[in-house]
């Protein structure tokens, strides 16, 4: 993994684990919502084992993809389109700027 792509996993697990925290009610009562917590913790640990090397970068950044398209349907269909909402563009983003860069590193 590049030192590019290391600090941007670095920064995604970051949102993910933040994402976790707001859900579980620890930063905000109001967003205590328990199984987006346990999926959103799950994600960025997913990302971590992709980060110290135990499992493809490529691996977990499709794994966190999957989950994140998956949370984004729910919040899409509860109609959740506040925090919830800016919180998933939010983990999009760092996702694609995770894959750019691994198909950079893949066609260099």
């Known amino acids: 993994m590049s030192g590019t792509l290391r600090a941007v996993t670095i920064v995604n697990v970051l949102i993910y684990f933040g994402a976790a925290a ?3 009610g620890v930063l905000v009562p109001a967003g205590a919502l328990a199984p987006a917590a346990i999926a959103e913790a799950l994600l960025g640990v997913v990302l971590v084992v992709g980060l110290v090397g135990w499992l493809s970068a490529r691996v977990a950044y499709v794994i966190a ?3 994140t398209l998956f949370g984004l349907s729910i919040v899409v269909a509860r109609g959740l389109l506040g ?3 800016w919180i998933h563009v939010l983990m999009l983003v760092g996702l694609a700027a995770g894959f750019a860069l691994l198909f950079a590193r893949r066609t260099a």
């Open 22 to 24: 707001y859900h579980s």
């Open 83 to 85: 925090v919830d909402l």
């Open 65 to 67: 993809l999957a989950g």
